[in-house]
């Protein structure tokens, strides 16, 4: 009788699927951080997680877990090393909050090339003369550049395409393995890329250090618009605040941060040029559900001998075939 460890608050919908499977044991953890859930892993057999980190300690106490599924795409908190090392699933949903993304990096473009914080205070506390600043700019006939020409990339070029913009993507894994079909052309060298951009637009993983730093807002027009709904981490906040602060970045709109919840005192806070969310690009009510959905299904289906090779982040290291 498998037992399940539930990490973070789930949709309603997916409590009722696991609740209702049959000789399946669920405690559930609605508390978002490692130590609530930790004390609980040692007799956990499968752990549902959210975004709080699963650290190699944690995963080291867990004495009898065979799976984690990952409410989401992404799995950067947690330590893929030591679940190989335990030969322990990691499974991640398919592709269910990627359209959610896209609508709200769409959001953001829009928002911040038309200055929308701005526009809204002008009204509310004044001066309505704000506006002869021409500060709004029109999208059509403006260049933007997606870094990451993923399933959220995609989506994005296809929702801001309808604005009349010139689209490019920079992906150099998808460049090696053959590009998508489509309108959208790719950039072969970024550098080359942030200087023909007006807007630029963030999906990409993050990886060990910042893809965007001090060197490539050097780079960059004088007063790009730039969207970041990836990861904190992907941009390097110091620079970019110094971008901003000298004008180099003229608006941004931010869904990350490299500290989450970021600090109150952060600086991009000081910015009314600046969208801020808390990292709610794919927590919608419609993604949160179908992320519960898919996150319990995978266990479930773990345990029934019918898991989907490709949802398992790890399956070379634990000898699964695709099927």
Same mark, same amino acid.
């Given at each position: ?59 080291? +106490?867990?004495? +009898? ?18 679940? &190989?090392?335990? +030969? ?36 509310? +506390? ?130 990350? $941060? ?7 005192? &952060?600086?991009?806070?000081? $910015? ?25 299904? &995978?266990?479930?289906? $773990? $345990? ?20």
């Amino acid at each position: 009788m498998p037992h399940v460890l539930v990490a973070g608050k789930l949709h309603p919908l997916g409590r009722a699927l696991l609740d209702a499977a049959p000789g399946v044991s669920v405690r559930y953890i609605e508390e978002v951080s490692e130590e609530s859930y930790a004390p609980y892993i040692d007799t956990a057999d499968a752990l549902l997680i959210r975004t709080q980190p699963m650290s190699a300690t944690t995963i080291a +106490q867990a004495r +009898q877990l065979k799976i984690v599924s990952r409410h989401g795409v992404g799995y950067d908190a947690v330590d893929l090393t030591a679940l &190989n090392q335990r +030969q322990i699933a990691l499974a991640v949903c398919g592709d269910v909050n990627s359209t959610s993304v896209a609508e709200h990096a769409a959001m953001m473009i829009l928002a911040a090339s038309k200055r929308a914080l701005r526009a809204d205070k002008s009204v509310r +506390q004044g001066p309505w003369d704000w506006r002869n600043g021409l500060e709004s700019q029109d999208l059509r006939g403006r260049n933007l550049l997606l870094l990451g020409y993923g399933r959220i990339g995609r989506h994005t070029a296809t929702m801001m395409g309808g604005f009349g913009l010139t689209i490019r993507a920079y992906d150099p894994y998808l460049l090696g393995q053959g590009w998508p079909p489509g309108p959208v052309t790719p950039v072969a060298d970024l550098a080359e890329g942030l200087a023909w951009a007006d807007i630029i637009s963030v999906s990409v993983p993050r990886a060990g250090k910042p893809l965007i730093g001090t060197a490539e807002f050097a780079q960059m027009k004088d007063g790009v618009v730039l969207v970041n709904t990836a990861r904190g981490g992907v941009v390097d906040e110091t620079a970019l605040i110094a971008a901003l602060s000298s004008g180099k970045v003229g608006a941004a709109g931010l869904d990350v $941060f490299e500290q989450e919840p970021p600090a109150r005192d &952060n600086p991009l806070a000081g $910015f009314d040029q600046v969208l801020l969310s808390p990292h709610i690009a794919g927590v919608t009510d419609g993604a949160a559900e179908r992320m519960a959905l898919g996150s319990a299904q &995978n266990i479930l289906d $773990f $345990f029934a001998g019918r898991l989907d090779p490709n949802l398992i982040v790890n399956k070379e290291m634990l000898h699964v075939s695709e099927t």
